[in-house]
Nanobody, 116 residues
Framework: VQLVESGGGLAQPGGSLRLSCAASGFTDKTYAMSWARQAPGKGREWVAGIDEDEHGTDYADAVTGRFTLSRDNAKNTLYLHMSSLNTDDPAIYSC??????????WGQGTQVTVSS
């Protein structure tokens, strides 16, 4: 099982980025997935989740209305579109797979920086 994030980088305040998470090694079925982030000196924070059939999404209050989570099961890829980025958003963003009630596999993460 492998999860590989991409799309991080530098954005200006108010700007946008789209993160991707490419999944491989588990094509037998689809799984619910989530994104989480960890800023320097802080604990990991859950950001958003999506169920296995692409219809149900949920977001942390801090990103509701600004971030949109989607997936393309045909491409085994998860996307996190982030807009209206602010100074609370810089962190390493990682995707993870749900197995039951546990996030059992994590990617290595992609860095998001917000600065003018």
């Amino acid at each position: 099982v492998q999860l590989v994030e991409s799309g991080g980088g530098l954005a200006q305040p108010g700007g946008s980025l789209r993160l991707s998470c490419a999944a491989s090694g588990f094509t037998d079925k689809t799984y619910a997935m989530s994104w989480a982030r960890q800023a320097p000196g802080k604990g990991r924070e859950w950001v958003a989740g999506i169920d296995e059939d692409e219809h149900g999404t949920d977001y942390a209050d801090a990103v509701t209305g600004r971030f949109t989570l989607s997936r393309d099961n045909a491409k085994n890829t998860l996307y996190l579109h982030m807009s209206s980025l602010n100074t609370d958003d810089p962190a390493i963003y990682s995707c993870a797979r749900w197995h039951g009630w546990v996030l059992d596999y994590w990617g290595q993460g992609t860095q998001v920086t917000v600065s003018s």
